[in-house]
């Protein structure tokens, strides 16, 4: 009697430790959800930016393109737009990294979700 008494308590300690444990998987998996959410977000936003900078560059080579014509006349523009469309290129660069490195660690922090929702069910 006094032994199952005994084994009830440790099997009723070991059941709230779990449930414990679980808690505390259930809230590190909303993080990770709402973190998921956050770069899935901010990929939107790097994604619309890069498109915005490929238009830009676009624009600023047809200006480049109409200021070659002049450059026999020794307007100096065409150097100044040769350097803005370098420096658009750059950002572009940039952003594009960006929107590699904030889809890897989305990628990342999926695997994460998929790895505590699996524990989570166990």
């Known amino acids: ?13 070991q059941a709230k430790a779990l449930k414990t444990e679980v808690n505390e998987k259930t809230v590190k998996l909303q993080e990770a959800e709402k973190q998921v959410e956050r770069l899935r977000n901010k990929n939107t936003k790097l994604k619309m930016e ?6 830009r560059i676009k624009e600023r080579g047809a200006v480049d393109a109409r200021l070659s014509w002049d450059a026999a ?3 100096t523009q065409t ?28 990628k ?15």
């Open 50 to 55: 890069n498109s915005a900078l490929h238009a």
């Open 73 to 75: 006349t020794g307007l």
């Open 1 to 13: 009697m006094q032994l199952e008494r005994k084994h009830k308590m440790v099997l009723y300690r």
């Open 108 to 122: 990342a922090r999926k695997y994460d979700l998929n790895y505590y929702q699996a524990r989570a069910e166990d």
């Open 79 to 106: 150097d100044i737009f040769q350097q803005e469309v370098q420096q658009l290129q750059s950002q572009l660069h940039s952003t594009t990294n960006d929107m590699q490195a904030q889809a890897r660690k989305a």
